[in-house]
């Protein structure tokens, strides 16, 4: 499986990039359930990386979804993070800043909130919003895009630099499968929590944001913090797909057997 | 199943609650399995609940977890949580208090981390080792600590009045129980890491701990915020009777489906 890893410094064509890709997998029942079976197998290994990655406490992870409304950023946690111990995993959902917030710079709440080692963090939305909501409502100036684009870097680097291994997944989903995702939403009672009244009006701007996110992904896609295009049509592969590189990633990582103290003599310590 | 409850304004004797307990369960192979089975339904349900918890955000759950050295609680969380969304989900791990922190109250730091409307918190470690190890190294005045029942009651009273459930287990090992997995410890370098020089120190004052755990649950055990005894030697049995007790407090919460905006005419609504 090989999802497209936007080259840093080169130019993103989303257009080019098929949401309704599912790799080697066939769009058929069998391809699908091999998929799932490949997809639990996955996370029973994650599990088991992310108990050694908190018992080592050296190093953390983070993972960064971005998307569209219904794109799936919800469900691929779910799917995907289901089974791994709390304990050592942290999810945070940015919002809409709160006054406080925005009385700081843009990376101020989201610094609180990075994984500490040990840890693996996932941001449901993040600090990329801020290059691309404001941007495609014109809240922020095109000189400040460019700052920010730097700045994000620069944040980048500090948590890498302390041993944070940063993965940025956009969920890649065509125009066409947010409608039918928005009308479930409308026809299903069980579902209508999720929905927003900026729905239908963001939806409006769905090629502005695939323009602003090709720029932030082009700009802020390094060898050590990159952006990967997920596609997000078909949900089974989404989840196979960030499942995979996840664990890759992890084990990549090489995890040994967890430090312990280095004054006791183990032979001769004796519970009484 | 039936957990032992402390019973509020009743002194608690802890020499009468069996750590080697397993309720309706030998403690044979097939009667461990049979039990397992039942945990990991009781796991899938509790997912489902959570879900529902989530979506609602109308109320929340904390999950309080005490108990001496090696009694289970990093494993309880392992066993019982791993399968619910860590997005609903958040453990916080209480352990030594910063400077910053000890320059407050001792509930200040609590306070913060407390689960917001939808969500499960799981304390690993509570405000209650605040009158626990403090009060069995005479680090507080009994005057303190009697004041500290009255405050941790009034706290725990303003938490429920806005929604969360408390439930508050204590995790019941044996001395001899503990000497085996300290030992266990010792031998596998796989668990070394979980080795901390204090280890062996506080157990000489395993009786002072009961007696401390004794005082403390009679005292804060309410009728709204009570105390489980777990009888906890056996992992299976722990893990079977903390999940079984979770899942009937969140049923008892009678989730329905979640509300959506009312000021939407969903059959009109369309996507274009």
């Known amino acids: 499986m090989k999802l497209h890893r936007v080259k840093s410094g080169s130019r993103l064509d989303l257009g080019a990039c098929d949401p309704d890709d599912t790799g080697p997998y066939k769009k058929n029942d069998e391809d699908k359930a091999a998929a799932k079976a490949e997809t639990r197998q996955l996370i029973r290994k994650l599990s088991r990386l992310q108990e050694r990655l908190y018992a080592n406490k050296k190093c953390s ?41 925005l009385a700081h710079d843009f990376l101020w709440r989201v ?31 095109e000189r400040e895009v460019k700052r920010r684009f730097t700045q994000i870097q620069e944040f980048e680097n500090l948590l890498i630099d302390n041993g ?38 963001e939806r409006k701007f769905w090629n502005d944001y695939m323009k602003a996110f090709e720029d932030v992904m082009s700009a802020t896609s390094t060898d050590h913090a990159p952006w ?25 990582l ?4 967890p430090p312990s103290a280095s004054d006791v003599d183990w032979d001769r310590l004796k519970i009484s």
């Not at 569209?68 to 304990?87: A, E, F, H, L, W």
């Not at 994984?115 to 014109?138: C, Q």
């Not at 090489?254 to 057997?257: A, E, N, Q, R, Y």
């Open 164 to 201: 944070t291994t940063i993965l940025k997944f956009f969920l890649h989903i065509s125009k066409d499968e947010q409608k039918e995702r928005l009308e479930a939403r409308i026809r299903n009672p069980e579902k209508r929590w999720k929905w927003e009244s900026g729905d239908i009006e």
């Open 228 to 252: 990967y295009i997920v596609p997000a049509n078909r949900k089974w592969y989404r989840n196979l797909a960030v499942a995979d590189r996840v664990v890759r990633a992890m084990e990549d």
């Open 61 to 101: 992870l983070l993972i960064v979804l971005q998307g569209m409304d219904t794109s799936g950023k919800d469900g691929t946690i779910r799917s995907v993070m289901s089974g791994v111990n709390p304990q050592g995993c942290k999810v945070v959902s940015f919002k809409t800043p709160s006054s406080k917030e």
């Open 111 to 141: 610094h609180q909130e990075v994984p500490a080692k040990g840890y693996i963090g996932i941001f449901n939305r993040s600090h990329y919003e801020d290059v691309l909501i404001t941007r495609v409502h014109g809240e922020v100036s």
């Open 254 to 257: 090489k995890i040994g057997t």
